[in-house]
């Protein structure tokens, strides 16, 4: 449940809240119900009283028991019981639904007006008959004492079916070039057309001519209203016998005494939108008036407003609970908005629990804030030099002050005092100095482990680290050899290049003052030109130079390592154990040796072989050398075994020159 205030009138919106999807599990929507706030205040008036994409029309049947309600995708009707809060029945239809009419008192009897010229019947059992008109169809009208329905549209006849007889009659000419809306009149049964060019015709059922006519498209036209196109008519409704509304396609809504052709009251909606539905509330004597993005409830005698609704998706019907406070519009979104109005009327009896909590709402004093919004006394206007807008649409009136954006209050306030966070900056190191002062404790001794880690934690403020040498969870760490930090590992070295110039510094300084006598004299004795001194421009650029030196040193530490580790490989022996069994060789097992003696350089392998077959050449000194692929190797042992094959081969096998004299006596 969502409340808002207009013109001092409390609206409840019962729509309002965060919906579970259908597919969610039973267990899901359970644990949501208990872990999510909104989810858990909401109020769900009637259960599933939603559409899948878009709701298009909304009724409640006469009898006030049923709720009935069209929408899209796919095209169907849902109809809702308001004795048990939750929906009765769901059909689905071939085509989107433009008007539907309620025939009987409660659901059983209903005839839809369909986007392709079909009409259908439906019973209490579903679908009972079907037809076609000739033209398309944007309204409908049943008139109880002769059972005709009239279908009224996109032409200038108006189609008579009597459901007595079930045929057509004789249709009604009219005057208009197409018609937007039917309506009878409940007390006399007049019928009365509202007309593409603006005009109002009025018929006599029992005769089937044209009683008389009006021209709402030139009464529109006032000093108080703003009309920009043709107005034409776009709804209809009868309060009794002789008061008609009429709203129009430019924003415009009359009301009419239809014995008289001059309108008793006209009122605009100021914003050019075509009027979609119009309601008279008896019992308060107000009308609503509804357009795609309003629902305006205003005075039927002076025209002035009550209250109004506004919605974040487009409007497209609307319903209203008669003798009660409550309403349903069908809108542009999934769910069907419900709305109650205190003010006019009770809740309707199958919801009276609502009296109840709109009361408990009303007595608990709930605080109002606006995040977007500023509220600015006249003084503070003042002082930022924005009092010019008092009487402006940039400023809210509210009590005292004015509610004004915050992107506004923000960009006048950086303007007026540019220094407003400098003057915030030195507060706070003010404020931290201080606290500096008056938390810094005296230290005789130091822990034996990681001593140095803390002397610099103790030399921070003990609001960040200094309770670390005293708190329980890290009190091994100063205690435990085994926490030492080891300063000679690279990682240390690369991440604290100055370290040995930090300790031999820094160090005897810290000491010296956690071992001081009277630590408050010695702060206000001490300036900070010492610190501005360690943190100057030279100093950075020696600890550049250090970085790069000690990543340097420790590169050509571990070259050296490895060189030392590959000779000593080499020229240490290495004993092998050989096993039992033919092929293996001494020169198979040393074949890690002669891997290794391939990574040394070709000057090492040159002193230890003296067959390298390096000849002097030349009265210069130039010099040759000749040496032999192993791949050569190979290849020529290959040959050597497959012509050593070839020759054994010679000698075992056989001639085959007996076996063919033998075949040829045998065949003699």
Not at 245 to 269: C, E, F, M, N, W
Not at 412 to 430: C, G, R, S, T
Not at 492 to 506: E, G, M, Y
Not at 516 to 544: F, L, N, T
């Amino acid at each position: 449940m969502k409340s808002c205030s207009t013109n001092e009138v409390k609206v409840y919106n019962l729509s309002a809240g965060k919906s579970l999807p259908d597919w969610l599990s039973e267990k899901k929507r359970r644990t949501l119900q208990k872990t999510d706030v909104d989810i858990r205040r909401r109020i769900e008036l009637i259960q599933d009283f939603d559409m899948p994409g878009v709701s298009t029309n909304i009724q409640m049947s006469p009898d006030g028991e049923f709720i009935l309600a069209t929408g899209i995708y796919k095209p169907r009707i849902r109809c809702y019981d308001v004795k048990n809060l939750s929906m009765k029945f769901e059909r689905c239809f071939d085509s989107e639904v433009v008007r539907f009419k309620i025939l009987s008192s409660d659901y059983s009897k209903l005839v839809f007006l369909q986007c392709d010229r079909y009409i259908e019947f439906h019973a209490q059992y579903g679908r009972y008959f079907r037809l076609r008109i000739p033209k398309f169809g944007r309204d409908l009208a049943y008139h109880t004492p002769s059972c005709d329905l009239y279908v009224a549209g996109a032409c200038s006849e108006v189609y008579r079916l009597n459901l007595e007889l079930g045929r057509f009659m004789t249709p009604l000419q009219t005057e208009a070039s197409c018609i937007n809306r039917c309506v009878v009149n409940p007390v006399h049964q007049l019928m009365v057309f509202g007309t593409e060019d603006g005009k109002v015709e009025a018929w006599d059922p029992r005769s089937s001519q044209k009683v008389g006519s009006l021209d709402a498209a030139f009464d529109a036209f006032t000093d108080d209203t703003d009309v920009s196109g043709i107005p034409s008519v776009t709804s209809l409704a009868f309060k009794d016998g002789l008061t008609l509304g009429v709203g129009t396609a430019t924003g415009q809504v009359l009301i009419y005494d239809i014995r008289s052709s001059k309108p008793l009251l006209v009122k605009d909606h100021y914003n050019s939108l075509p009027i979609k539905g119009l309601e008279f509330f008896q019992s308060e004597n107000m009308i609503f008036s509804m357009d795609e993005k309003i629902v305006k409830i205003w005075n039927e005698d002076s025209g002035e407003p009550f209250t109004s609704v506004e919605g974040e998706a487009k409007f497209n019907d609307l319903c209203v609970v008669p003798n009660t406070g409550m309403f349903f519009v069908a809108n542009e979104d999934k769910k069907m908005q419900s709305y109650y109005i205190p003010t006019l009327g009770p809740a309707p009896r199958w919801c009276s629990f609502l009296d109840n909590l709109t009361e408990e709402l009303e007595e608990s004093d709930i605080l109002a804030v606006y995040d977007d919004y500023k509220f600015v006394t006249e003084k503070e206007l003042n002082e930022i030099g924005l009092s010019h807008l008092i009487g402006t649409n940039l400023l809210r009136a509210y009590m005292h002050g004015y509610f004004m954006d915050m992107r506004l209050y923000r960009k006048a306030k950086a303007l007026v005092q540019p220094f407003q966070f400098e003057d915030f900056k030195k507060k706070k190191i003010k404020e931290k100095l201080q606290e500096e002062r008056t938390s810094r404790l005296r230290l005789n001794t130091l822990p034996q482990v990681n001593r140095d880690l803390a002397i610099k934690l103790m030399s921070q403020p003990a609001k960040k680290y200094g309770s670390l040498v005293e708190d329980d969870r890290f009190k091994k760490m100063f205690e435990n050899p085994d926490y030492e930090i080891d300063k000679s590992t690279d990682e240390f070295r690369l991440l604290n290049p100055v370290i040995s110039k930090h300790d031999k510094k820094k160090a005897k300084k810290m000491e010296a003052m956690f071992n001081a006598v009277d630590v408050d004299d010695e702060i206000e004795g001490k300036g900070s030109s010492d610190e501005d001194d360690e943190s100057s421009s030279d100093d950075d650029k020696e600890w550049v130079k250090e970085v790069r030196e000690e990543r340097r040193k420790i590169h050509n530490e571990r070259r050296m390592k490895q060189r030392e580790d590959d000779s000593n490989a080499t020229l240490q022996p290495k004993f092998y154990e050989i096993k039992g069994g033919e092929g293996y060789k001494v020169s198979d097992l040393n074949s890690s040796e002669k891997r290794k003696s391939s990574r040394i350089s070709l000057g090492e392998r040159l002193v230890k072989d003296d067959d390298s077959g390096i000849k002097t050449k030349g009265p210069l000194g130039n010099r040759e050398m000749t040496f032999q692929l192993k791949s050569r190797k190979t290849r020529e042992s290959f040959g050597e075994q497959a012509q050593k094959h070839h020759e054994e081969r010679r000698k075992i096998r056989r001639s085959a020159g007996g076996l063919k004299n033998k075949r040829q006596t045998w065949r003699k």
